[in-house]
């Protein structure tokens, strides 16, 4: 059998203005510049989507606590720990 195909992500070339000083220190350090730039992309949109995700379940977070606050938390006798 052969291992299953992993499929790469498309790459897609793309024009950024970064500091030039910033980009020439990094080439000097041997830093993919692409790659950083995916990397910090990548962590901004994961960022945006938590703070999205929290902003629109906001009220349904506020209810679960006030119940848990009010009632204790459900099914709690049969922790064993």
Known sequence: MQAADV??????PTNLSLDSALLKEAKALGINVSRSAEAGIAEAVKRHKQEKWLKENA?????????????GLPLARHRQF
Do not use: I
Not at 59 to 71: P, Q, T
């Open 59 to 71: 009220r349904a977070l506020a209810s679960s606590n006030a119940y848990v606050e009010a009632n």
């Open 7 to 12: 499929t790469k992500p498309t790459r897609k």
